[in-house]
């Protein structure tokens, strides 16, 4: 079992910055990749990057590239996603995931068992 607790959301400017931190509890999160994912007012769930459990590699949307950077702290079971030169559309309640046993970073939503309650990132412009 792997639980997942999101902080650090907030309120922000457009083209501010923000950094989440994702805290796991349970002995498998050195063993599982992590990922971010998102989901806007309306919207479906969408992937925005995923780190293997080395942190080593790390994989992002398109429209993060560039912007935000996800990585994790085995040492201190944390995952973070520093996330920079925010835009309005980047609002979203945001969500830590763990994919036990997988070993590249993966932006398939069925592949993570475990979700965290998510964290509101709202950019005002």
């Known amino acids: 079992q792997v639980q997942l607790v999101e902080s650090g959301g907030g309120l922000v400017q457009a083209g501010g910055s923000l950094r989440l931190s994702c805290e796991a509890s349970?002995?498998?999160?050195?063993?599982?990749?992590m990922g971010w994912f998102r989901q806007a007012p309306g919207k479906e769930r969408e992937f925005v990057a995923a780190?293997?459990?080395?942190?080593?590699?790390?994989a992002y949307a398109n429209s993060v590239k560039g912007r935000f950077t996800i990585s994790r702290d085995n040492a201190k079971n944390l995952v973070y996603l520093q996330m920079n030169s925010l835009k309005p559309e980047d609002t979203a309640v945001y969500y830590c995931?763990?994919?036990?046993?997988?070993?590249?970073?993966?932006?398939?939503?069925?592949?993570?068992?475990?979700w965290g309650q998510g964290t509101q990132v709202t950019v005002s412009s």
């Open positions: 995931a763990a994919a036990p046993g997988v070993v590249q970073p993966t932006a398939l939503s069925f592949r993570y068992n475990y």
């Open positions: 349970g002995r498998t999160f050195s063993s599982a990749g």
């Open positions: 780190v293997n459990r080395n942190g080593d590699s790390t």
